[in-house]
């Protein structure tokens, strides 16, 4: 399975998250050198952005993945992996970038999700 899908429909009202970096609650960076520690923060911090609009991990619909060296690819596989339903993954792009604004950041990662009907 490669973990994201072709295409992916949606209906509901969207919810763009910024891209997110790997730093903590108070902006200190989180993982120095540890592209595993960085991309865990990532995703926790994509899940804080999401809770906040009224949806969650389990909503997203599209990610992009910015990464400045692929060989953090398996590291960031192994996150997604513990956030995402691999029966139904969203779309995803991911790019190899020379650097973010942080030159110690090595991942960011935008997203799109729907929020979840109201009953």
Known sequence: MNGYSHAV???GELVAVSGQV???GDGRLVGEGDAE???RQVYANLATALQAAGSGLQQVVK??????DLQDLAAF?????EHQDPTCPPACSLVQVVGLVNPAFRIEIDA???KPAED
């Open 22 to 24: 790997p730093v903590d």
């Open 112 to 114: 799109w999700a729907v």
């Open 77 to 81: 596989r192994r996150v997604r992996d």
């Open 9 to 11: 429909s949606c209906t």
């Open 63 to 68: 990610l992009t993945v910015y990464l400045t």
């Open 37 to 39: 520690a960085q991309t």
